[in-house]
């Protein structure tokens, strides 16, 4: 019987043909009845792919067998089976859109000036020995901070990762620049861009989380210092830890928790509401008022 599970994944190496790598990928993918979405760059790949986990151990088995992806961690999670509607392979300038596709560099050992990699129980070390000084700084769009992040963390007013850039140059986080800070994002690819972008910046001090959210989670669960649920890019939505979790988040309709957000029924609308489980099963009677949002939920997988 199929035993549906999603790996995450990046790496960033340097790729002289990525048009190359797309063509094997996706007949790769083809082959092993894989969805998901793949984006390659000139600096590397990034996925997420849902499907049978003997398919999936046999896609990774594969991958890794080109060089420059031999040392590539993969992420694994529950799957429902149906958590892509279909696969997507594209190759793009960068692979999280920050909007600075030659600022970044890259080498065999990843991105070139990057912050600092902590594992999960470094990241609790660094904050017992350093206490309030410590800044938890949110990789993500503003929205995923809304049903889980890390206790107190700053969360940046972006809407996508294109805004980042413009809103760390703003002079609003200048104060943290001598402080130590650890940045996070769900798998931890958006933090190798962040962290590098804030160090050419000016900020001292800069970690990043090795393995993201999903690696934290795996090993603290609801015991440390995330609160909530994780926000996905894929049907699922979001996940949570343990059965410990408590909701961070409020219902938009009747203020009940929730810890989810569900997408608009009503096509063409690409809205997200967040919303308790009760006034999710309602929004299918409602006539759609939802302003589109301008995010897209492809835009980012890690």
């Known amino acids: 019987m ?4 999603v790996i995450l994944y990046y790496i960033f190496t340097p790729l002289a043909d990525p048009a190359a790598i797309k063509a094997w990928q996706k007949n ?9 979405r793949i984006i390659i760059s000139p600096h590397g790949i990034n996925g997420t792919l849902g499907g049978d986990m003997n398919e999936l151990k046999k896609y990774i088995r594969q991958t890794r067998g080109y060089k420059g992806f ?7 999670s529950e799957g429902t089976g149906n958590d892509f509607p279909k696969l997507s392979v594209k190759v793009r300038a960068e692979l999280v859109a920050f909007g600075y596709p030659t600022e970044i560099k890259v080498d065999k050992n990843g991105v070139v000036g990057g912050g600092k ?26 929205y995923e901070a809304r049903v889980g992040k890390f206790k107190n963390a700053v969360v940046p007013e972006v809407e996508t990762t294109r805004d980042f850039v413009s809103e760390i ?17 769900t798998g931890g690819i958006r933090c190798e861009v962040l962290s590098s972008v804030m160090k050419t910046r000016g900020f001292k001090e800069v970690y990043q989380i090795d393995g993201g959210i999903v690696t934290y989670g795996k090993e603290f669960g609801d015991e440390g210092l995330w609160e909530g649920s994780l926000y996905t890019f894929d049907n699922r939505m979001s996940i949570e830890f343990s059965d410990k979790f408590k909701s961070i988040a409020k219902c938009e309709k009747c203020d009940k928790d929730a810890y989810r957000f569900y997408d608009c029924p009503k096509p063409p609308c690409n809205s997200l509401n967040l919303l308790c489980a009760n006034c999710a099963e309602k929004m299918n009677d409602e006539i759609c008022t939802h302003p589109q949002r301008k995010y897209s939920k492809a835009e980012l997988i890690g």
């Open 169 to 185: 140059e703003s002079g609003k986080y200048d104060h943290l620049k001598e402080k130590p800070v650890i940045t996070y994002c």
């Open 70 to 76: 031999k040392k590539m961690k993969f992420k694994w």
């Open 2 to 5: 199929p035993i549906p599970k």
């Open 28 to 36: 790769l993918c083809q082959s092993l009845n894989l969805k998901g």
């Open 117 to 142: 990699h902590l594992k999960p129980h470094q990241v609790e070390e660094l904050v017992k020995h350093r206490g309030d000084d410590v800044v938890f700084f949110d990789g993500r769009n503003a």
